[in-house]
C-alpha cells in the first residue's frame, strides 16, 4: 500500500515533530502516522531502506528510531523538507511508495 496523496484531507495533524506536521492516526509504537506535508513519509509503510536518505540532493532526511514499529526499527525523517526542490527523486526510489512530494503543500506548521 501506498502513501494517500490525499492525506491532508483523509488525515489530521496530530502533532508536530522537529518543525514539521505529523498527521494521525498515531498509536505509539505501532502505528506512527504519516510525517511531513510539502515532503510527507508514511512512516507506517516506510521500511527504511534509506535510498531517500542516500539520493536527496538536498538533504531532507534524517533517520530518527523507532523501536517496536512492525515495519522497521527506523524512519526516513523529512526533518528538513523545506529545503526540498522537488526533484522526484525520493519517490522515485522508495521501495514501497512511502514518500509524497508536492511543492503546493505548504511547509510550515
Ligand atoms: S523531491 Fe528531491 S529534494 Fe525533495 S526530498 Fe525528495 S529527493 Fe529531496
Redesign the pocket.
Known amino acids: 500500500m501506498a502513501i494517500d496523496p490525499q492525506f491532508e484531507e483523509n488525515r489530521e495533524v496530530v502533532d508536530e515533530h522537529e518543525g514539521h506536521r505529523v498527521w494521525g492516526p498515531v498509536d505509539e509504537p505501532e502505528t506512527l502516522g504519516i510525517h511531513g506535508t510539502h515532503?510527507a513519509v508514511d512512516f507506517d509503510i516506510c521500511l527504511a531502506d534509506g535510498a531517500?536518505l542516500e539520493?536527496?540532493?538536498?538533504?531532507?532526511?534524517e533517520w530518527v528510531d523507532t523501536p517496536g514499529h512492525p515495519e522497521s526499527e527506523r524512519k526516513a525523517d523529512?526533518a528538513n523538507?523545506a529545503?526540498?526542490?522537488?526533484?522526484?527523486?525520493?519517490?522515485d526510489v522508495c521501495p514501497v511508495d512511502a514518500?509524497d512530494?508536492d511543492g503546493s503543500r505548504e511547509t510550515r506548521i
Request: proline share 9%; glycine share 0%.
Open positions: 515532503v531517500c539520493d536527496c540532493p538536498v538533504d531532507v532526511f523529512p523538507e529545503n526540498c526542490i522537488d526533484c522526484m527523486l525520493c519517490v514518500i512530494v
